[in-house]
């Protein structure tokens, strides 16, 4: 075997196959002509590619492996590493969009002689794009390096015919970055085309930290690209993409944009960053006296003013800029001067909260600010527009149920004429003009929520008589359903044969399913939306984590009876039609009934008694975990089940009926709350 040949995993082998991980370990053992570990760790081998595709070929298990499935494992598996072999793969995509013919002849060669004649070919093509070699983010590869990358670049010249060119190298860039995501910070395509939507049109537009290129390939019909990323995988990987993507002027350097400025008599129209975040080792004491510094010197706690700073001192008079900021750069009382000298001079011109999800980190609601630099002897705006999307966020959804459409139209609609006038109409709880002069006190805090209080929780005095109607139903629906006094029942007749879960599995009278796994797009049902009865909240990866298998989520249908496994409660119910489809979330587990065998509203009655819990839970240092085959069940015939059934059916009935007056009392009560010290009810 060559020593540069590429190398693929256990993992990646099940992949090519379409198995588990545990069909691959059972090939190895069976089978004395499976190929031998090439490289790896004992616990994680590593074997060559080719011998792989040429043993699951002969064997039947693969009539072919997939080209795109190949082409990344020739990526992944790449003796110089996946960076290198994407890069070399795009400087081909590059030859091959632009120069097709060049690429055919070349692709007639051998390729030993293919190593030889492609770097000519390639800064042939990457110099008119990105300039002399000494002046761009991706040099051209020499022969030696081209040599190990040949079988790739032929097998992406096969998937461009196939996608195209831009679309294929998208396809490799994705895989490597979802194999590697806590390794990088990227923005998300929702948060990038807002934020070029509010920068507007624009020729000239630079990112001074750009990382995969994501802002840049959302600005609309460019003439020039700028971008400038301190990794100087990702400036390769940034300008290679940019140049697939559209036919503009690329411009790409690798660098610390605040330390070694690529770009520094640059005026453009306008400026896209997210910036690396809370960064103290940005270069405040080599900086101070940095011309850039046009508003004040940047504390050591306010990198993201120091981005800030520089985006306006690239832009043109009349520019924008718009940064996506963490939150507490509105307020650290550290920034105070010089947000305040931004709007006294009118370059900040919009704060914009989004919604919690919305980009990393995920678990706090992101700024944009957007500002402009401002023309010599022009008059200060006197407002700044604040914009609190926080509401337009599904709550639990996480950031797979946010509404980019809603999110970017409540923005929009907001800034686009206040842009025009310098003023909009306020919209409560959502956008509102503020006078420059109020925001100008002893902490010029600029969150939004500080300025934007949410509307009244019940709304107006109107909706609140709804949701009191509402209550009043719910009530006598309660009442309604309130069950009958109990009867006592005779000992001998509370005494009956029992059987446990288990046993019924085992018998085929249930199936039992464990939740929790699986990639798709089906909601899922989670331990807490059984808990409160209500609809499923959770979402599904798209794709599967680093190294793990594609693996089918178990859905849920109509009559399953699902119980959560954690915590000691007793908390099960039978799914409906509303919540068919769903995928089985972690902690939760299913108990499918024979129609024929088990009813399963009598069956989830049961397995809701406290004593049955208790006797199946086990105890654990933090948990209390159930044991759901050892719940124990009466022997009884199918229409004593069903007797059993429509009371236990009932009861739950009674149960959403109290869920719902609480939850109904609760937005009542605090409606009126809001509306009383609002002044938008009467006391």
């Given at each position: 075997m060559p020593d540069n040949a590429a190398e693929v995993t256990a993992a990646g082998i099940a992949r090519l196959a379409g198995v588990g991980r545990a069909a691959v370990s059972n090939w190895r053992r069976r089978h004395a002509d499976f190929p031998k570990p090439v490289g790896g760790t004992e616990t994680s081998p590593s074997f060559a590619l080719a011998e792989i595709e040429r043993w699951l070929r002969d064997q039947g298990k693969l009539a072919e492996v997939p080209l795109r499935e190949r082409v990344w494992q020739q990526v992944s598996g790449h003796p110089d590493g996946a960076v290198a072999a994407l890069v070399h793969a795009g400087?081909?995509?590059?030859?091959?969009?632009?120069?097709?013919?060049?690429?055919?002849?070349?692709?007639?060669?051998?390729?030993?002689?293919?190593?030889?004649?492609?770097?000519?070919?390639?800064?042939?093509?990457?110099?008119?794009?990105?300039?002399?070699?000494?002046d761009r983010a991706v040099p051209t590869p020499d022969t030696s390096a081209l040599r190990r990358s040949v079988p790739l670049l032929r097998g992406a010249a096969e998937l461009a015919a196939e996608l195209g060119a831009r679309q294929a190298f998208e396809f490799l860039v994705g895989r490597y970055l979802d194999a590697n995501p806590r390794q990088y910070t990227l923005t998300p395509p929702g948060p990038a085309a807002l934020m070029a939507a509010l920068a507007g049109p624009a020729a000239v537009v630079l990112d001074p930290a750009c990382g995969t290129g994501a802002l840049l390939r959302a600005v609309a019909q460019p003439a020039v690209l700028y971008a400038q990323e301190a990794d100087p995988d990702l400036a390769a990987l940034a300008a290679l993409r940019l140049a697939l993507h559209s036919d503009a002027e690329v411009h790409a350097r690798a660098g610390d944009s605040l330390r070694a400025e690529a770009f520094p008599r640059l005026t453009a129209d306008a400026v896209l960053c997210h910036p690396p975040f809370n960064e103290r080792n940005w270069g405040h004491d080599e900086l101070a006296y940095d011309p850039r510094w046009e508003y004040g010197f940047p504390a050591r706690t306010e990198s993201e003013l120091a981005w800030v700073q520089h985006a306006l001192a690239r832009l043109r008079a009349g520019g924008t800029a718009v940064l996506l900021m963490p939150p507490a750069a509105a307020s650290r009382r550290s920034g105070r001067r010089i947000r305040a000298d931004l709007l006294r001079r009118g370059a900040l011109r919009a704060v914009i909260a989004l919604p919690a999800g919305a980009a990393p980190p995920y678990g706090i609601p992101l700024h944009l600010w957007v500002l402009r630099r401002p023309a010599l002897g022009e008059r200060p705006v006197p407002e700044l527009l604040f914009v609190d999307t926080a509401e337009l966020a599904e709550p639990g959804g996480g950031r797979d149920k946010l509404d980019w459409q809603a999110v970017q139209g409540a923005v929009l609609d907001a800034w686009q004429p206040f842009d025009r006038h310098g003023t909009v109409e306020e919209q409560p709880g959502t956008s509102r003009c503020v006078p420059v002069i109020e925001l100008l006190d002893d902490d010029v805090d600029l969150a939004p929520a500080r300025h934007l209080p949410p509307p009244a929780a019940g709304g107006s005095a109107a909706e609140l008589t709804g949701v009191r109607e509402r209550l009043t139903d719910t009530l006598r629906l309660t009442g309604d359903l309130t069950p009958p006094p109990a009867e006592p029942v005779a000992p001998a007749l509370a005494r009956w044969t029992g059987t446990s879960v288990g046993e019924l599995v085992r018998a085929g009278a249930l199936e039992l399913r464990a939740g929790g796994a699986g990639t798709g797009s089906a909601p899922v049902l989670t331990e807490q939306d059984v808990l409160t009865g209500t609809a499923p909240s959770g979402a599904l990866p798209d794709t599967p984590g680093p190294g793990e298998d594609h693996v089918e989520?178990?859905?849920v249908q109509a009559g399953d009876v699902v119980v959560s496994v954690l915590g000691g409660g007793s908390a099960?119910?039978?799914?409906?039609?509303?919540?068919?489809?769903?995928?089985?979330?972690?902690?939760?587990?299913?108990l499918r009934p024979d129609p024929a065998a088990l009813d399963p509203w009598f069956l989830v009655g049961f397995l809701r008694s406290t004593a049955n819990n208790r006797q199946a839970s086990s105890y654990a240092s933090t948990a209390t975990r159930l044991d759901v085959r050892r719940l124990q069940l009466p022997r009884l015939p199918l229409a004593e089940q069903q007797r059993y059934g429509e009371r236990f059916r009932a009861l739950a009935a009674f149960e959403d009926a109290l869920r719902l007056a609480g939850r109904l009392g609760e937005q009542l009560a605090q409606g009126l709350y809001d509306g009383l010290t609002e002044g938008t009810v009467e006391a």
């Open positions: 400087c081909a995509l590059l030859l091959v969009r632009d120069r097709h013919t060049a690429w055919l002849e070349l692709a007639a060669v051998s390729d030993e002689r293919m190593a030889t004649m492609l770097p000519t070919a390639i800064d042939a093509v990457l110099s008119p794009r990105f300039g002399p070699p000494d989520p178990v859905l099960a119910r039978v799914v409906d039609e509303a919540t068919a489809g769903a995928a089985l979330g972690r902690n939760l587990q299913l």
